[in-house]
């Protein structure tokens, strides 16, 4: 069935009509490769350069400290296998790893990839809203630690880290941190000036650009070794030619994002409180996640009695797509694997039950309250419906 | 993964919802400290399941496949229902459910069955009957 209202901008935005414009221009062009020497090259890599440009001056940093990679999931993994790749060719001692549980998995199975060749990892608990304790990271790392790696913002439960505290425990102890920041990016000010990342993994399809390009930001004189061979594009760190019409098309993303996006979290804070305001009026449901230092498009519901995909599944079919809270733990594994709700929730202190109650509605810059206000109603029947269905519920509604 | 637009309907419009105030027979299956549950209660008569009610706590699929299971065998003949599998309850929801989704069938035919289990032992006021599986069984 079609949803005629779209409330789940954390898993992809729509693109914007004028990114859009920028991209379909960039298809139509005469195609060349950017490291060709001709004419038409040298103009594909000015789209290049102008893009990259734009995306660094949207975090803060120097064009060249920018690469452009395949998306979020890429960023991450050329972040943390290259940080440990690095540290471990100056220091054959430095196979320590300082992780938090709550990362989203390009980070937390690239973790547990190191981990099964050796490294040794360890994993930094969350409080009940999902926040890393600075004292603790500063507690967990040792002389022999090759990177530290904590989210900007989670990406279930939208609650965001003490990230500049963070970085500057690191920084003080030398140890390179890298932050996930996909989330973050053209919805909260992410400035490397201000916050002493070594790297940071970023994508256009969270802030109405591109999917399939995404961007690692690498402080001048931090150490990266590359995962992937081949050409030697993007400083030797990522090879392979460059998707110059998504590039493009992610610059103009960035362009919109660094003039709109202080008005585009104003408007999503708006809606986001109006959702949780009417969607924790209904008894038995509550809100994950920190309640003030949290995404500003981010609702995330705990709803007693309820099956997450049951209630995304009954929302759709009345209009209004929504995401399940608890991003499932077994996808992607074989089928008739264990049912198993994702590490983040359990972090927080949370059982099964609750975990698997949970759906996230995320709001983005083109909605409107009178879509808010339909879906409270469209939730509301469905959780009533449910918990009428539900022998767990009985005579508690 | 997606849901064939039979499992929809019936858990947007899920038939037979509820629990019978005096029933015959009622029946649970599923694993109550954290997965899917579900709960089924019959009324007999003259041999016919003439009321069948159900209730279910999980998954999409699991929903749909109590619905379904419960819309199919009401009104037959105590033994017809009791023989009805797997596989017919596959076909009342217009196909073989998304891979990894195959527990529903089994969670909701169980529950049946043993609210049929239950309404034997009744009749007969005696444990007279357990581990009864079913057609599938």
């Given at each position: 069935?079609?949803?005629?209202?779209?409330?789940?901008?954390?898993?992809?935005?729509?693109?914007?009509?004028?990114?859009?414009?920028?991209?379909?221009?960039?298809?139509?062009?005469?195609?060349?490769?950017?490291?060709?020497?001709?004419?038409?090259?040298?103009?594909?890599?000015?789209?290049?350069?102008?893009?990259?440009?734009?995306?660094?001056?949207?975090?803060?940093?120097?064009?060249?400290?920018?690469?452009?990679?395949?998306?979020?999931?890429?960023?991450?993994?050329?972040?943390?296998?290259?940080?440990?790749?690095?540290?471990?060719?100056?220091?054959?001692?430095?196979?320590?790893?300082?992780?938090?549980?709550?990362?989203?998995?390009?980070?937390?199975?690239?973790?547990?990839?190191?981990?099964?060749?050796?490294?040794?990892?360890?994993?930094?608990?969350?409080?009940?809203?999902?926040?890393?304790?600075?004292?603790?990271?500063?507690?967990?790392?040792?002389?022999?630690?090759?990177?530290?790696?904590?989210?900007?913002?989670?990406?279930?439960?939208?609650?965001?880290?003490?990230?500049?505290?963070?970085?500057?425990?690191?920084?003080?102890?030398?140890?390179?941190?890298?932050?996930?920041?996909?989330?973050?990016?053209?919805?909260?000010?992410?400035?490397?000036?201000?916050?002493?990342?070594?790297?940071?993994?970023?994508?256009?399809?969270?802030?109405?650009?591109?999917?399939?390009?995404?961007?690692?930001?690498?402080?001048?004189?931090?150490?990266?070794?590359?995962?992937?061979?081949?050409?030697?594009?993007?400083?030797?760190?990522?090879?392979?030619?460059?998707?110059?019409?998504?590039?493009?098309?992610?610059?103009?993303?960035?362009?919109?994002?660094?003039?709109?996006?202080?008005?585009?979290?104003?408007?999503?804070?708006?809606?986001?409180?109006?959702?949780?305001?009417?969607?924790?009026?209904?008894?038995?449901?509550?809100?994950?996640?920190?309640?003030?230092?949290?995404?500003?498009?981010?609702?995330?519901?705990?709803?007693?009695?309820?099956?997450?995909?049951?209630?995304?599944?009954?929302?759709?079919?009345?209009?209004?797509?929504?995401?399940?809270?608890?991003?499932?733990?077994?996808?992607?594994?074989?089928?008739?694997?264990?049912?198993?709700?994702?590490?983040?929730?359990?972090?927080?202190?949370?059982?099964?039950?609750?975990?698997?109650?949970?759906?996230?509605?995320?709001?983005?810059?083109?909605?409107?309250?009178?879509?808010?206000?339909g879906f409270l109603e469209a939730f509301s029947g469905a959780v009533a419906q449910l918990r009428e269905l539900s022998p767990l519920y009985a005579g508690r509604g | 993964m997606s849901y064939?637009?039979?499992?929809?309907?019936?858990?947007?419009?899920?038939?037979?919802?509820?629990?019978?105030?005096?029933?015959?027979?009622?029946?649970?299956?599923?694993?109550?400290?954290?997965?899917?549950?579900?709960?089924?209660?019959?009324?007999?008569?003259?041999?016919?399941?003439?009321?069948?009610?159900?209730?279910?706590?999980?998954?999409?699929?699991?929903?749909?496949?109590?619905?379904?299971?419960?819309?199919?065998?009401?009104?037959?003949?105590?033994?017809?229902?009791?023989?009805?599998?797997?596989?017919?309850?596959?076909?009342?929801?217009?196909?073989?459910?998304?891979?990894?989704?195959?527990?529903?069938?089994?969670?909701?035919?169980?529950?049946?069955?043993?609210?049929?289990?239950?309404?034997?032992?009744?009749?007969?006021?005696?444990?007279?009957?357990?581990?009864?599986?079913?057609?599938?069984?």
């Amino acid at each position: 069935m079609e949803s005629r209202v779209y409330l789940d901008h954390a898993a992809t935005t729509p693109l914007d009509g004028r990114v859009r414009d920028a991209l379909v221009s960039h298809l139509g062009e005469p195609r060349a490769n950017p490291s060709s020497l001709h004419g038409l090259g040298t103009a594909a890599r000015e789209v290049v350069e102008e893009a990259r440009e734009a995306v660094a001056r949207l975090t803060g940093a120097s064009p060249r400290e920018i690469l452009f990679t395949g998306g979020g999931t890429e960023s991450d993994a050329l972040a943390v296998l290259g940080l440990a790749r690095a540290a471990v060719a100056a220091d054959p001692a430095r196979r320590h790893l300082v992780v938090s549980a709550v990362e989203h998995s390009a980070v937390r199975k690239a973790a547990e990839h190191l981990e099964s060749t050796g490294y040794r990892v360890t994993w930094l608990g969350v409080d009940g809203h999902g926040l890393v304790d600075p004292r603790e990271l500063s507690q967990a790392l040792r002389p022999e630690t090759a990177l530290a790696a904590v989210m900007w913002a989670n990406n279930e439960v939208g609650t965001v880290q003490p990230v500049e505290e963070l970085a500057r425990v690191c920084r003080e102890q030398e140890v390179p941190f890298h932050c996930d920041a996909v989330q973050a990016v053209g919805h909260l000010p992410v400035d490397v000036t201000e916050v002493p990342v070594s790297t940071l993994a970023f994508t256009g399809h969270k802030f109405y650009g591109p999917s399939g390009v995404g961007a690692l930001y690498v402080r001048d004189g931090v150490e990266l070794a590359p995962v992937s061979f081949g050409g030697g594009q993007e400083r030797g760190l990522r090879s392979g030619t460059e998707d110059v019409a998504g590039i493009a098309a992610l610059g103009a993303a960035a362009r919109l994002a660094a003039g709109e996006r202080e008005e585009w979290a104003r408007r999503e804070r708006e809606l986001r409180d109006r959702l949780v305001r009417g969607a924790t009026a209904i008894p038995g449901v509550e809100l994950n996640g920190h309640p003030a230092e949290r995404l500003p498009n981010n609702a995330h519901l705990a709803v007693e009695g309820v099956e997450a995909e049951s209630l995304v599944l009954f929302c759709d079919a009345s209009g209004y797509a929504i995401g399940k809270g608890s991003a499932c733990a077994s996808a992607g594994e074989p089928a008739g694997g264990e049912h198993k709700a994702s590490p983040v929730l359990a972090a927080m202190g949370q059982d099964e039950r609750r975990a698997f109650s949970a759906v996230r509605v995320t709001v983005g810059k083109d909605n409107t309250p009178e879509e808010i206000d339909g879906f409270l109603e469209a939730f509301s029947g469905a959780v009533a419906q449910l918990r009428e269905l539900s022998p767990l519920y009985a005579g508690r509604g | 993964m997606s849901y064939r637009p039979q499992v929809i309907d019936h858990l947007v419009r899920p038939r037979n919802v509820g629990e019978l105030a005096e029933p015959d027979g009622s029946g649970e299956s599923g694993d109550a400290a954290c997965g899917d549950i579900a709960r089924f209660s019959v009324g007999v008569r003259e041999n016919v399941l003439a009321e069948v009610r159900y209730k279910v706590y999980g998954c999409a699929a699991c929903i749909a496949a109590g619905s379904a299971l419960a819309e199919l065998v009401e009104g037959e003949g105590l033994l017809e229902a009791a023989r009805r599998s797997r596989a017919d309850l596959e076909d009342a929801l217009g196909g073989p459910l998304p891979e990894g989704k195959e527990h529903a069938l089994t969670l909701v035919v169980d529950a049946l069955h043993k609210a049929f289990e239950d309404y034997w032992d009744r009749l007969a006021g005696e444990v007279l009957v357990e581990g009864y599986r079913g057609a599938d069984g």
